[in-house]
């Protein structure tokens, strides 16, 4: 088990547990971190997780070497730089569980032992935040465990990407698409019992939220001849099998066939029905299931079963030869059979597969086949059908996982790229060209993607980019695929030319048109001693993976079509097959250039995957088998490249949190810049200037060797820490608890703060609402909160009458605060009173009554204080006061009197008593008029303070109205109103006053307004009084 077996090599200290859990890092079920670099201390055991930190990186002795240490401690995968090499295990490890799928979740690529998990997690996490489309490049030979990684990868996303019950089933159909494509398209071989007979891409599409929503399948060059013909050892495609040792009685019944795979002739050839390691009767039902999950409806179940009945009848069919040497068909309830499952006619089936259309001159002519052309029609047609089949299937798969809504236009994709590597035999077809010339194609992508993206990581890290020597395979594309010059193209030419083309001609042509390309050679131009090693019907081409010759001579042997038209029948079989394998190579090339489109848009990821042996054994190393496999997927080349610069590159962070102990300045922790704390660290470690590069984020040490003595050093750092360490890590512990402590708070308050944020947000929503649950919190906070602010604003004196604005749920309730709280503070301000103040207000109370709105100096008496008196005892002469007796003053003011005759201006004292008013001229007494016997008052509107007291004319006694003045108009009349008890008895005049001057007569006093004060006699025998004007009104 790979981490399981580090785990038992890495020294699980203490400290490094605690800095683990100080650092916040994920940690294992065991409590510790399988990092890269944990494991170097063991590289002599286990090897290098890297091969870029082999010492010797040119060595293909030392790659293999490391290969072999690590599958022996059953760690298959190990890493060039971020190429994942895989080597089949043939065992089931347990390093697929969900908790390892979960260890390799958002965890840096670089930071754990490699896994094919790191590398999908690693795309995932590259698509989701630099919204970059990803592929995965699976390659390998038959056997490698291709298509097990890309189910892997399928599942880890399936299993750790979000969820939603419309991602679970496109979840779901993701997943049961390979069981189907598997059953259609995979076949046991000599090589691999589950081998894919078809190369697939398969795009799985994200949503915003990293959710599959979606998916596409791109199948390439299904192996169709295997319809007809197996070899020894080998088997037809799954699904037949399935069906007759699976399929119900009826069903079997109904397709006229029979639990036997013995009695059809397509599944014979190979004399291997049954394989141990494959359960065909289980299979059947995970298929019938996973078609139903994809969608497909009883009907079409029903018409893919019925086709692939119909090839195994087809197969069944038999010919008999006419003395004339035509074919004929001795079996007829085969075509009885055919008729029914492929709704057709009997007859017309059996004409075709006896007879052959030919076109002469304009005119169709049929023309009947002999026994072997007959049989090559049959042939021909069951691949055809299958064929055919195939893709409906997969453009089937196709509809259902395609997106169905229009919001997920944008999606991010994922594609799996899932198809043969490079192969090389003893005879190697046409089928072996396509599929090395599709791999020489992946492999220039993987050069110039490799190369840019370590030319960009340079750049950006600022360090200078040393340029690298490589082999640039593009002439050997250009070689197979160049317009009018490449093979495909001279192999069309030579197909369509009229005359005798044959296989030599083909040689030829080839020959005279690239026999001095310096990738290709033939019998004919090569020197005797690779002439022994090649056949007269071969070419021979060097690959960058080596050199591989092609006899076109075994393409015939594997699929010879149906002659069917007169210009091609000229042509020898050979090249007729050719044509057919031509037509094969055109479309893959456009389809081939089609895919690299595709991937080119992607920024890739690779897989390499290495069979370990041809027994299918675990734990069996072939080293020259592996070798081989090592050479031909350009491993060393791969290595070469990535090793061109560095061999390690960090981050700053991770480099100084891990071996910031070996060095005193920089332990146990460094507080300035992190590029000075690693400047400091390998300055202190001895580095060399030619070892290592520091970029703006990274560390970069060009060699393995610089790295682990380094890491060495910290091993015997460890020790030496010894008890000290113990200590400090006690000291950590407690920290890291209080931390947690502390975090665990942060993290309890900002839920609870999301909590009321959603409460408050959805409270606002129902606020108009009733009152319910969803918006009880948020009305309670409005209450809380407009009384808390209400508290803060309430009004401090009676006369203010602010007050905040309530929410619409509390107008009422705030109307009858507001209330109450005014009653409260009146009550309050009463009870403060004194009763001198209370006199006065009283007095301001009868003032407002008589003059508020009505009188223009009024506003300005009110700030100021009525007082007892203006005229105290020594200023009243005391002859008056005696004659007053024991009458009580309550009130004296100086007055101006103006005569009745002539409106002369004389200074009076007005006295108030209990019972009357007194005019006073120092020491007499010059008027008295009782209360009860004063009519009236009568004032001005204006700012002036002349008034009239007005007497009943006739009271002998008086000698009329008075016509007084007063500076303090509004207090003096107050008191005269409230001693006489005359409050209702002022008038208030707005132009002029009329008064009685005595014996009948009558005066008048003009008011007018006027910049300033004047009382004086007018022309016209009034009394004008002028003035000014206080307020606007
Ligand atoms: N990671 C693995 N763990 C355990 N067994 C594996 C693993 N990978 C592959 N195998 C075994 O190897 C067999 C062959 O693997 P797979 O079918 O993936 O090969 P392939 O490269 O796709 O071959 P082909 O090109 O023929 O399709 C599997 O059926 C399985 O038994
Ligand atoms: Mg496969």
């Not at 049961?176 to 076949?187: D, I, M, R, T, Y």
């Not at 207090?971 to 132009?991: F, H, M, R, W, Y």
Request: glycine share 6%.
């Amino acid at each position: 088990m790979d981490l399981g077996n580090i785990c038992g090599l890495v020294r699980k200290t203490q400290a490094s547990i605690v800095e683990n859990r100080f650092l916040g890092k994920r940690i294992d079920d065991d409590g510790v971190r399988i990092t890269m670099e944990s494991a170097l201390t063991a590289r002599d055991r286990v090897g290098v997780q890297d091969f870029v930190l082999l010492e010797n990186h040119t060595s293909e002795a030392a790659f293999i070497e490391n290969l072999r240490k690590r599958f022996k401690e059953n760690l298959i995968y190990t890493y060039i730089g971020s190429v994942l090499v895989s080597v089949n295990p043939y065992k089931d490890l347990e390093i697929y569980t969900k908790n390892h799928m979960e260890r390799y979740r958002g965890i840096n690529f670089y930071e754990v032992s490699p896994h094919i998990y790191a590398v999908s997690d690693n795309s995932y996490r590259s698509m989701r935040t630099e919204r970059r489309d990803q592929c995965i490049l699976i390659s390998g030979e038959s056997g490698a465990g291709k298509t097990e990684a890309s189910k892997k990868i399928l599942q880890y996303y399936a299993v750790t990407c979000p969820a939603s019950d419309q991602v679970e089933t496109v979840k779901d159909r993701l997943l049961q698409s390979n069981p189907v494509l598997e059953a259609f398209g995979n076949a046991k071989t000599l090589r691999n019992d589950n081998s894919s007979r078809f190369g697939k891409y398969m795009d799985i599409q994200f949503d915003f939220k990293g959710a599959p929503v979606g998916g596409h399948i791109l199948n390439y060059l299904l192996e169709k001849s295997r319809v007809v013909h197996q070899n020894h050892g080998e088997r037809n495609f799954h699904i037949f099998y399935q069906l007759i040792e699976g399929g119900e009685e009826d069903l079997l019944r109904r397709l006229g066939l029979e639990r036997n795979p013995q009695q059809y002739q397509y599944l014979v050839k190979g004399n291997c029905p049954k394989v141990s390691s494959i359960n065909d009767r289980s299979d059947w039902k995970v298929v019938r299931k996973a078609l139903s999950v994809i969608g497909f409806s009883e009907d079409e179940v029903e018409e893919l079963l019925n086709i692939i009945a119909s090839v195994l009848h087809l197969g069944n069919i038999q010919y008999g030869g006419e003395d004339s040497g035509n074919a004929y068909i001795t079996t007829d309830t085969q075509i009885k059979y055919l008729a029914r499952l492929l709704g057709v006619d009997g007859l017309v089936l059996k004409e075709a597969l006896t007879h052959k259309k030919i076109i002469a001159k304009g005119e169709e002519l049929k023309s009947p086949l002999n026994l072997e052309q007959a049989s090559s029609a049959r042939d021909a047609l069951s691949k055809a059908v299958y064929g055919r089949t195939f893709t409906w299937l997969v453009n089937k798969i196709n509809v259902s996982l395609a997106y169905k809504d229009e919001t997920y236009k944008n999606a991010s994709v994922i594609g799996l790229l899932d198809i043969y590597g490079f192969e090389v035999f003893q005879h190697n077809s046409f089928e072996q060209f396509c599929i090395n010339y599709c791999n020489e194609k992946l492999q220039q992508l993987f050069i110039e993607l490799t190369l840019k993206s370590e030319q960009d990581e340079y750049e950006a890290e600022g360090i200078t980019w040393e340029p690298v020597q490589y082999f640039n395979n593009k002439i050997i594309c250009d070689l197979v695929e160049e317009k009018f010059k490449g093979i495909i193209s001279i192999l069309d030419e030579e197909c369509l030319r009229p005359g005798d083309a044959s296989d030599i001609t083909f040689l030829e042509k080839l020959e005279n048109t690239v026999g001095g390309h310096a990738h290709l050679t033939t019998h004919k131009l090569t020197d005797g001693k690779t002439r022994k090693v090649m056949g007269r019907e071969e070419f021979r081409l060097l690959h960058y993976a080596g050199e591989v010759n092609y006899n076109v001579n075994g393409v015939l042997a594997s699929s010879r079509p149906p002659c069917s038209s007169t210009s091609l029948a000229r042509c020898s079989l050979f090249l007729l097959s050719l044509c057919l394998c031509l037509q094969a190579a055109t479309q893959f090339k456009t389809s081939l250039a089609k895919l690299m489109e595709i991937l080119m848009s992607k920024e890739p990821s690779y897989v390499r995957c290495i069979k370990p042996n041809d027994a299918k054994q675990a734990g069996r190393f072939d080293e020259v088998l592996i070798r081989h496999q090592v050479k031909y997927l350009g491993l060393m080349e791969n290595l070469r490249v990535r090793r061109a610069g560095f061999a390690y590159r960090r981050h700053y962070e991770t480099f100084l949190q891990r071996y910031k102990s070996l060095c005193p300045e920089t332990w146990p922790s460094w507080q300035g810049k992190l590029a000075d704390g690693v400047s400091t660290l390998v300055k202190h470690l001895g580095y060399k200037p030619e070892e290592y590069k520091l970029g703006r984020s990274k560390i970069f040490i060009r060699f393995p060797k610089t790295l682990f003595a380094t890491e060495d050093a910290l091993e015997t750092r460890k020790h030496s820490l010894g008890e000290r360490e113990s200590h400090v890590s006690h000291a950590v512990v407690v920290q890291a608890w209080w931390k947690g402590i502390l975090a665990c708070r942060r993290a309890r308050r900002r839920r609870e703060a999301a909590n009321t944020i959603r409460r408050f947000i959805k409270g606002f929503i129902y606020r108009h609402n009733e009152r319910c649950p969803e918006n009880e919190y948020f009305l309670d906070y409005v209450r809380y909160s407009f009384l808390m602010k209400l508290r803060r604003n309430l009004p401090k004196t009676v006369l203010d009458k602010s007050w905040p604005t309530p929410p619409t749920a509390l107008i009422e309730a705030s109307e009858r605060l507001r209330k109450l709280y005014m009653q409260n503070m009146v009550w309050g301000y009463c009870k403060r009173i004194n009763p001198e103040w209370k006199h006065q207000l009283e007095q301001k109370m009868v003032a407002s009554e008589i003059f508020k709105n009505k009188k223009d100096n009024y506003p300005q008496s009110v700030p100021k204080l009525f007082v007892g008196t203006r005229l105290n005892g020594e200023e009243i002469n005391p002859k008056v006061l005696q004659s007053l007796g024991s009458e009580k003053m309550k009130y004296a003011v100086p007055v101006t009197k103006y005569d009745r005759k002539g409106y002369k201006a004389r200074p009076r004292q007005l006295l108030l008593t209990s019972n009357s008013a007194v005019i006073v001229e120092e020491a007499k007494l010059k008027q008295r008029i009782d209360y009860a016997a004063l009519k009236g008052i009568s004032v001005s509107s204006l700012s002036d303070g002349v008034f009239v007291l007005h007497v009943p004319t006739e009271d002998k006694k008086q000698k009329g109205d008075v016509v007084l003045q007063s500076d303090h108009i509004i207090e003096t009349l107050t008191k005269v109103a409230i001693c006489a008890d005359k409050v209702n008895s002022i008038n208030i005049n707005q132009g002029s006053i009329t008064f009685t001057m005595g014996q009948g007569r009558e005066g008048i006093i003009d008011f007018t307004s006027g910049s300033e004060l004047l009382v004086a006699k007018a022309k016209n025998g009034h009394l004008s009084v002028t003035a000014p004007r206080l307020n606007s009104r």
